[in-house]
């Protein structure tokens, strides 16, 4: 289920003033090309598609559509061809400080409202039609990617609940009770999503029914999925379907895992990082001179600054929960390219992690996380 549709650590994630980020392995990103497939036809379409997207023309957008589907085209074909790889490239543009976060939103806006329409062309499922709810984690906004998953599922024939991006855990779990699904499924962008899972997974698990997951969050693998306690990974929307129909009806239905020492650090985190991530972002502010109060006068870098910060402490919960250090090495090295992107001086993201220490005395897990992956760190040494 892991669509990849964003590239980017889109700004779609506000707080406040400030922007979360979407992805976090950015480094080795290759470019976008120009268009999805070595195919005249899917060529022009993809050129005049994007077109349109630049110029935040929604109606030229679905000239395109209609057209690749009226002549032929299945709606998921025209997904995969147009709205995947544009997303894409939408996302590369906001990391490299080409696209506004305005821009973004505004492409972003039309690929969702094109992916609705392609939808809309899937026959009324039969009512004996296996059920399935289709979600993003909490605090995860970026809602594209499970929409994406939900008509693919639509189109193969499954009846979906589309809940869509940062659901309300609560409400979510008694939509779960009272329809009794065959199966949940949760996409997730941001790997800072995942630290406050394993409570919802666990309730989800304990009446029986099944969790799967996607999306660049966990990394390409189970691994991260299994940690949280998810019954299966799914890395395409086509994947999906194959691995709900590989499921059991039920599950085995087990009760909440004991909490470790690295939860418990991670809950720590959690509960306190309103006060960690303004304590991070003052600083860095005093040390650069950095008007907080005057918006017009602060350098690009700053803009979305108190996002990231935030994010960097949400990954570090998170590579806490599901015991992976490359979290910290992806978001340490998304981060830098982030802020060389935006100008930003030399030895920033040093700094972060430096200023990320001191409230984490206490905190060894945490602390071995961020030192295995400070700037300049040699992977195989042991912290100090």
């Known amino acids: 289920m892991q669509q990849q549709v964003q590239h980017d650590p889109g700004p779609d994630q506000a707080t406040g003033t400030s922007v979360t980020p979407t992805q976090d392995a950015t480094t080795t990103l290759p470019p976008v090309?120009?268009?999805?497939?070595?195919?005249p036809e899917w060529e022009s379409a993809w050129s005049t598609y994007?077109?349109?997207?630049?110029?935040?023309?929604r109606h030229g957008a679905l000239a395109v559509v209609r057209e690749r589907h009226e002549g032929g085209a299945a709606p998921m074909e025209v997904i995969e061809r147009l709205v995947v790889p544009a997303q894409a490239r939408i996302g590369d543009l906001w990391l490299t400080g080409g696209w506004s976060v305005a821009q973004e939103h505004q492409a972003t806006a039309i690929n969702e409202g094109l992916v609705h329409w392609l939808g809309s062309f899937a026959p009324e499922a039969d009512a004996s039609a296996p059920l399935v709810i289709v979600s993003c984690l909490e605090h995860e906004r970026h809602a594209l990617p499970a929409l994406i998953v939900a008509?693919?599922?639509l189109l193969a024939g499954y009846r979906v609940t589309y809940v869509g991006g940062d659901p309300e855990p609560a409400g979510l779990l008694h939509?779960?009770?009272?329809?009794?699904?065959?199966?949940?499924?949760?996409?997730?962008?941001?790997t800072s999503s995942l630290a406050g899972q394993k409570s919802l997974f666990s309730s989800i698990r304990a009446i029986g029914i099944p969790?799967?997951?996607?999306?660049?969050?966990?990394?390409?693998?189970e691994t991260r999925a299994l940690a949280l306690g998810a019954t299966a990974y799914a890395a395409t929307p086509g994947e999906s379907a194959r691995v709900i129909d590989a499921l059991p009806p039920r599950v085995p239905q087990t009760g909440p895992a004991e909490a470790g020492p690295a939860d418990v650090e991670a809950a720590w985190i959690a509960d306190y990082h309103h006060e960690i991530a303004p304590y991070v972002v003052r600083a860095i502010?005093?040390?650069h001179d950095v008007a907080v109060g005057a918006p017009s006068s602060a350098p690009d870098w700053w803009t979305d600054f108190p996002g990231y910060v935030d994010h960097v402490l949400g990954c570090l919960a998170a590579a806490l929960v599901v015991g992976d250090e490359t979290i910290m090495i992806e978001v340490r090295d998304w981060l830098e390219?982030?802020?060389?992107?935006r100008h930003a001086p030399d030895g920033l993201v040093a700094e972060v992690w430096g200023l990320l220490a001191e409230p984490l005395r206490g905190h060894p897990l945490a602390r071995v996380h961020l030192a295995g992956a400070a700037p300049g760190h040699v992977p195989g040494q042991v912290p100090g």
Do not use: T, Y
């Open 33 to 39: 090309a120009l268009a999805p497939v070595d195919d």
């Open 50 to 57: 994007w077109a349109a997207l630049e110029s935040g023309d």
């Open 151 to 153: 008509e693919s599922l």
């Open 175 to 190: 939509d779960i009770l009272s329809l009794k699904p065959r199966a949940v499924l949760f996409s997730a962008s941001l």
């Open 211 to 221: 969790v799967v997951v996607g999306g660049q969050a966990f990394g390409g693998d």
């Open 285 to 287: 502010a005093a040390r």
């Open 337 to 341: 390219r982030v802020l060389e992107a």
